[in-house]
């Protein structure tokens, strides 16, 4: 079973342009998470999605970033424009969706995002 | 509300030698609790995972950590390093019940010394 994918791996972008990430989370998944590490520092939740909804965008930093997940599966991660504090590693992790204890998640290998 | 707090950003061992991470963490609910690895050029991945059954918990790689709700504590062990144990590693919890995020540790990378 494939496991959660994000493309691309690495992105070099100038301030001001506009990225987007791609996460497609294990097949049969309904929880898809957002997370960002901004170098040093920890890893820090973004946004959750259950299906194609929005549970949970509390740790989205500001409106240059838009979160989707049109029809459930792939999500897709929007930033416009970018800033130079933008620049880290993007992790998607994707869990079952029972919300209990074996609702392990399960990352993906992270999307480096340099902004200069 | 919850956090974790990871001692020591770095962790040097020599191979062979004893492996302890610690990690000490505040919930306000039960929580379950997990440590990630992170090889380098990888993704996270799960190491183990405590979900309020046995408290000493078993993981991958010889691995184990052991739930301390008096000392509020998740310490990772392992009785002999090897160098390919060398990686960066996360503390995590995640509150019990329903979809919650996990807040993770701000990380312990750990050099093991041939």
């Known amino acids: 079973e494939a496991g959660v994918t994000q493309f691309p791996s690495h992105s070099v972008i100038e301030k001001g342009q506009t990225v987007t990430l791609r996460c497609d989370p294990i097949?049969?998944?309904?929880?898809l998470y957002w997370y960002r590490r901004v170098m040093g520092k920890e890893i820090k939740f973004l946004l959750h999605?259950?299906?194609?909804?929005?549970?949970?965008e509390s740790g989205m930093p500001n409106n240059r970033f838009l979160a989707e997940r049109t029809g459930g599966t792939y999500s897709t991660l929007k930033v416009q424009p970018a800033e130079l504090e933008d620049s880290g590693v993007y992790f998607c992790?994707?869990?079952?969706?029972?919300?209990?204890?074996?609702?392990?998640?399960?990352f993906g290998p992270g999307t480096r995002l340099t902004v200069l | 509300a919850q956090s974790v707090t990871q001692l020591g950003s770095h962790v040097s061992v020599s191979e062979g030698a004893l492996v302890l991470l610690r990690c000490n963490y505040s919930?306000?609910?039960?929580?379950?609790l997990f440590w990630y690895v992170q090889y380098p050029n990888q993704g996270l991945q799960l190491l183990l995972k405590?979900?309020?059954?046995?408290?000493l918990v078993k993981g991958i790689n010889g691995f184990e950590a052991e739930f301390k709700k008096s000392e509020t504590s998740f310490h990772l062990t392992k009785p002999s390093a090897h160098m390919s144990d060398a990686a960066e590693y996360f503390c995590?919890?995640?509150?019990?019940?329903?979809?919650?995020?996990?807040?993770f540790g701000t990380g312990t990378k750990l050099q093991v010394i041939p």
């Open positions: 995590a919890v995640r509150s019990s019940g329903g979809y919650q995020k996990v807040t």
């Open positions: 919930s306000s609910v039960p929580p379950y």
């Open positions: 097949s049969g998944h309904d929880n």
């Open positions: 999605f259950v299906k194609e909804s929005k549970q949970d």
């Open positions: 405590y979900t309020s059954a046995a408290t």
């Open positions: 992790a994707s869990s079952p969706g029972t919300g209990g204890a074996t609702d392990t998640q399960y």
